[in-house]
């Protein structure tokens, strides 16, 4: 992939939140800001960062301000957070500092969980360093923790008070972790209507390779994320749709014990979702069939990947959406494609159709 360096500094963007304007700003040399701080921020970095930069943020690294952080989703679980807090009060973080996350989506969650917890609340700022946060998970104000075995089932809605985008990040990102952050960005067009998703489909193999082209969709998919979210902050209605893909998704996650990057099974997930549909008669075939060449485009190295029925079909059950004993998923539900959320029975059916579409698709399944 093209290494990103961008020509043309993309505007700004504000999002409303409940505790106020927070701004996105695409800036093209973090570390210069990151390495002129003042004693007022603490850090919390992601290893792999750390490593990669560690000549960029010499000073950063240098100074005892910082924890470092190995990003992965057992570093997500609730019972890792004493950890955490334990580490920062010993290098004297205290009420009025502001902590600073430089990673990606594992990082922004534990951090974001941290600032809204400790001292009942702390500023923090955001340095989103790969695709999928940058285009996605970087605004919206949530964290989400693992508790107990299960994904996601805790956490808060506590915006960071700045993000600064720098795509040269991306240019060290192996290409599963691109094709990651595609993933959730073609969610988020698809979520748009069927004529973004045409245009994303037009121009992916641009997206994948142009590193101008790459970053106007980075925007264009906060600028669409933005719109929902302000709406519907705390996710009690229109929002339930930026969980399109993520059903069948994080299922695919926890059935391959996380060996598929999140927005690769999300990937995954959207194309289970829009199978559903079609076979359902939500959607027509040519509707389908656009949807679904992007996705096979974006999840194509990942097919083969060992998938344990057992534990997909407990996690599904267990997903936070779901009513009673009825499983939640979202689909397109017109030719518009138009995002919807759905119950629908676990039942022998649906198992089997889950079931199918993994073998049909060069999954290797096993219970």
């Known amino acids: 992939m093209v290494g990103l360096q961008v020509s043309n500094i993309l505007p700004e963007i504000s999002i409303k939140s409940h505790r106020g304007l927070y701004k996105t700003q695409f800036i093209d040399d973090p570390f210069t800001q990151l390495n002129n701080y003042g004693a007022d921020k603490y850090f919390i970095i992601d290893k792999n960062i750390s ?6 943020l010499a000073s950063v690294l240098k100074n005892p301000r910082h ?30 500092h502001t902590l600073v996350a430089i990673g990606g989506g594992v990082i922004q969650d534990i951090t974001c969980f941290i600032a809204s917890t400790l001292f009942r609340g702390m500023k923090w700022v955001f340095y989103p ?20 075995g ?17 795509t040269r990040f991306l ?12 993933g959730e960005m073609i969610k988020v067009h698809g979520i748009a209507g069927i004529n973004r998703l045409s245009e994303m489909n037009t121009d992916y193999e641009r997206i994948i390779n142009d590193s101008n082209v790459m970053a106007e969709y980075i925007h264009k ?11 519907d902050e705390f996710d009690t209605g229109i929002r339930n ?3 399109y893909g993520h059903t069948f998704g994080h299922a695919v996650e926890s059935a391959t014990d996380y060996g598929i990057p999140h927005g690769i099974a999300v990937t995954i997930g959207q194309a289970m979702a829009c199978s559903y549909a079609y076979k359902k008669g939500f959607i027509s075939s040519g509707v389908f069939n656009l949807a679904n060449s992007l996705l096979l485009k974006n999840f194509s190295t990942s097919r083969e990947t060992k998938i344990q029925m057992s534990i997909f079909l407990s996690a599904i059950k267990k997903d936070k959406k779901n009513v009673g004993s009825q499983v939640a998923i979202i689909i397109p539900t017109n030719d518009q494609f138009k995002i919807e959320k759905r119950l629908v029975d676990a039942d022998e059916s649906f198992i089997q159709f889950c079931r199918t579409y993994f073998v049909e698709n060069g999954f290797k399944v096993y219970e």
């Open 67 to 96: 924890i470092i952080i190995e990003a992965n989703e057992r570093n997500k679980d609730l019972d890792c957070f004493s950890g955490y807090i334990g580490k920062l009060s010993e290098i004297g973080v205290k009420r009025d």
């Open 51 to 56: 490593e990669i930069y560690k000549n960029e």
């Open 221 to 231: 998919s906060l600028l669409i994320k933005k719109e929902i979210i302000e709406v």
């Open 171 to 182: 240019k060290t990102l192996a290409p599963q972790d691109v094709l990651s952050g595609v």
């Open 241 to 243: 749709v930026m969980n």
């Open 129 to 148: 360093t790969t695709l999928l946060a940058q285009a996605d998970s970087c605004i919206g104000s949530k964290s989400s923790i693992n508790v107990a």
């Open 150 to 166: 299960v994904k996601n089932l805790m956490g808060t809605f506590t915006p960071p008070n700045e993000i600064f985008i720098a």
